[in-house]
């Protein structure tokens, strides 16, 4: 057990610095970690790393929100809506095979890695540029909140590594901007889903309060380098892909055997 403590809250600083530097990747980096490094089971993972990731998400909000990096109105309306879809689909996403989950969950990944990699050599904002809200934004951000809401609900994760994109593709906001307002929706999305799966049983409350501890810590660390990489967008666009890449790779070799063996 005590191993086990020490190996979540290890991961847990991970899954924190992740958070703090690019507002995603912390759910992606959770599930397989709590599967492979601590040992929980499928559906525990996806349960305990969703309510994780919320805690040290909402945390790493007010780190933003305290630097500038957060656009409100964007930031509420993108959690409200998107909680909504994050319900529906944690719902069907517990009736769904665990490994055949985490595989298709690595597909999405490389495809959402691809994305940012494309947006990468694209013009992006200013800085400084003030929040957009028009009726277009309005409706394009309360679509992208809801497919994005759905789809992290369904694969168990706070989804910042759709959130940002999300944003992104739906405002046209800097990087900086995008990280630091996904995290509210990151909070609500994972929260969402962590209700249901506790409701199932499907929580296990010891590792979740270690991988937290330990979030809060690397999560300090990651919000300080992602103000010092906001200047160079290509570079913090790069960290997110690259990391998106790495984790789906090797989530995509573990559990590859959940189609070939049927």
Same mark, same amino acid.
């Given at each position: ?5 020490? @190996? ?142 759905? @789809? ?30 996904? @995290? ?79």
């Amino acid at each position: 057990m005590l191993i086990q403590a020490v @190996l979540a809250v290890v991961c847990g600083s991970l899954v924190g610095f992740t958070l703090g530097l690019i507002g995603g990747g912390g759910s992606i980096m959770a599930t397989p970690l709590l599967l492979y490094v601590v040992g929980l089971p499928p559906h525990v993972s996806i349960g305990t790393g969703a309510l994780a990731v919320s805690v040290n998400s909402l945390i790493n909000f007010g780190g933003h929100a305290r630097s500038g990096n957060v656009h409100w109105r964007t930031a509420i309306l993108f959690a409200m809506v998107g909680i909504v879809g994050a319900a529906i689909g944690s719902a069907l996403g517990k009736t769904f095979d665990g490994q055949r989950l985490l595989f298709l969950f690595a597909v999405l990944m490389v495809v959402v890695g691809i994305m940012i990699l494309l947006r990468s050599s694209r013009p992006d904002g200013k800085a400084g540029a003030a929040e957009s809200f028009t009726a277009a934004v309005l409706a394009k951000v309360s679509l992208a909140a809801m497919a994005v809401g759905m @789809l992290s609900g369904f694969f168990g994760i706070g989804g910042g590594f759709l959130i940002v994109p999300g944003l992104l593709f739906s405002t046209g906001m800097p990087m900086i901007f995008a990280v630091g307002s996904s @995290l509210l929706a990151v909070g609500g999305f994972g929260l969402s889903t962590a209700v249901n799966y506790g409701w199932s049983g499907l929580v296990n409350w010891q590792v979740a309060a270690e991988y937290i501890a330990g979030g809060i810590v690397g999560g300090l660390i990651g919000m300080r380098l992602c103000n010092h990489l906001a200047p160079r967008k290509t570079a913090l666009n790069k960290v997110f892909a690259g990391l998106v890449f790495v984790v789906a790779a090797y989530m995509l070799y573990r559990n590859l055997g959940a189609f070939t063996s049927t």
